[in-house]
């Protein structure tokens, strides 16, 4: 049953990711973002990373792709065109795309002694909570990164809030 | 059920579980309608409908088959896959959520829960998720109707929703920092060893938390007070002006499913959830059975009590203007959820 779950969350991650590259219209690729991110969410799941899973639902498709969609639907985006740049980027980039897929997978499958083998959907039944886990890492070993990435999101609120406010 | 393995009777169950809560949830949706209205009625000193069937008990039915029964309408202008999605991602995401609930107390058959469709240990912030996720159906149909009214009002709604999220957020992690989990079964659990007294709005001094929660709850919903996605005074009827027929009824349903699970949640965080009020002050009489009943009516009344008081603030107070609500949500609640994470993390330190 957990094989079944990674294969149909993973394949439906692999269709998002490509008709978010094919579609035209700017809400639709974003839409497609989210099916993306939902099924990484379930894929997470599945490997036992329950936090994290909520997570990504909560902050990137719950938050994050919500204000995609409301600049999209403020500006009224309409269709893209093809330009110049955009034909420049088909023919690099699907080359650049087909490079670094298989470098990766070179390094995947030679280093793959190196990288435990992940357990798919095996802590699914005996559901551990690592949620105390996660948080007792955060707040002790990883406490000067982890305020470090407070204080950076603070600096960028921050920033918004200058270019945001009108000139007096 | 001897033939049957583990695993088949766990999904057979499964599936029975699943199907019975989705009746069960759909019907509550239909009387709350009628309960809305009748008691709406009844504040405004007349009577509500009363016509069809005994006390107008039938008229959710012969509401539910003229929805049916009414032509769809579908304007030309509009994007028609995103507007087919949208209705549907609202009711299915009002719908989901109900599944990590639990609306009694553990009671189980053939090792499965019978009154918890999914026991899962981040039960709170799945129900979380989902309600994020379905400010997609709002937004969606504003945008894909191709109305200046529909869009205003999911602009609205969707500035609205990702506001009032946040402090409905915060408002429940004083809750957790007490019952040291994520999983609603445990947090009812923490809360059940002296009835009344260790619920979290009284023993665990959780009380301003409870008013936060509510009032964002309110914002969540799109209910009166904070109606605006919809203010039909100048909006038309906001973001579901466009729709007609079943996919004006499936959004019409998402609002009272989000209600009742608005409901459910403030039951099982603030009050206890199915444990009684009266706690071991009433002997257990009538045995396993009578007890997981009473455990389900405690859990019912709860619930019916929050929707009945949704409604009596519907019917009083009027509406906000939408910069009141923004600098209330973002000025006073979010500030004041803050400082009860505070004060509640310093006297959980200073105990523990």
Known sequence: MQLALFIIFGALALGGALNLLFQRHPINSALSLVVVMMSLAVLYWSLGAEFLAAAQVIVYSGAIMVLFVFVIMLLNAGEEQKTHGSRAAYTVGIPGAAAIFCLLSFVFLSQGGALKSANIGGDLGNGEDNIAAVSAMLFTKQLLPFEVTSILILVAILGAVVLARKEQ | ?352
């Open chain 2, 1 to 352: 059920m001897s033939h049957l393995t583990k695993f088949e009777v766990f999904l057979l169950l499964s599936v029975i579980k699943v199907a019975v809560v989705l009746v069960i949830t759909l019907m509550c949706v239909a009387y709350t309608v009628l309960l809305e209205r009748k008691l709406i009625g009844r504040m405004q000193n007349r009577w509500g409908p009363s016509r069809v069937g005994p006390f107008g008990l039938l008229q959710p039915l012969v509401d539910g088959a003229k929805l049916f029964l009414k032509e769809d309408l579908m304007p030309l202008a509009v994007e028609r896959p995103l507007f087919l999605a949208a209705p549907m991602i609202a009711l299915g995401c009002a719908l989901v959520s109900v599944a990590v609930v639990p609306f009694g107390a553990i009671t189980r058959v053939q090792g499965v829960d019978i009154f918890q469709v999914a026991s899962v240990n981040i039960g709170l912030l799945v129900i979380l998720g989902i309600t994020s996720i379905g400010v997609y159906g709002i937004a969606l149909s504003g945008w894909s109707s191709n109305n200046k009214y529909s869009l205003l009002g999911s602009l609205r709604s969707t500035a609205q929703v990702i506001s009032y999220e946040l402090a409905l957020g915060l408002s429940l992690v004083g809750v957790v920092l007490r019952a040291q989990s994520l999983n609603l079964r445990t947090i009812v659990d923490s809360q059940s060893a002296h009835g009344m007294l260790s619920w979290n709005i009284f023993g665990g001094f959780q009380f301003v938390a409870f008013f936060i929660y509510l009032m964002a709850a309110y914002a969540e919903t799109n209910r009166a007070p904070f109606d605006l996605p919809e203010a039909e005074t100048e909006l038309v009827a906001g973001y579901h002006t466009e729709y007609s027929s079943m996919k004006f009824a499936m959004f019409f349903m998402a609002e009272y499913a989000n209600m009742i699970t608005v409901s459910c949640v403030a039951t099982l965080l603030f009050f206890g959830g199915a444990s009684s009020p009266f706690g071991h002050l009433i002997p257990a009489v009538g045995g396993a059975f009578v007890q997981a009943i009473l455990s389900v009516f405690w859990f019912v009344a709860k619930v019916f009590a929050f929707l009945f008081l949704y409604i009596w603030v519907r019917s009083t107070l009027p509406r906000f203007r939408y910069d009141q609500l923004m600098s209330f949500g973002w000025k006073f609640l979010l500030p004041l959820a803050m400082a009860n994470i505070i004060v509640t993390s310093f006297v959980l330190a200073m105990r523990g």
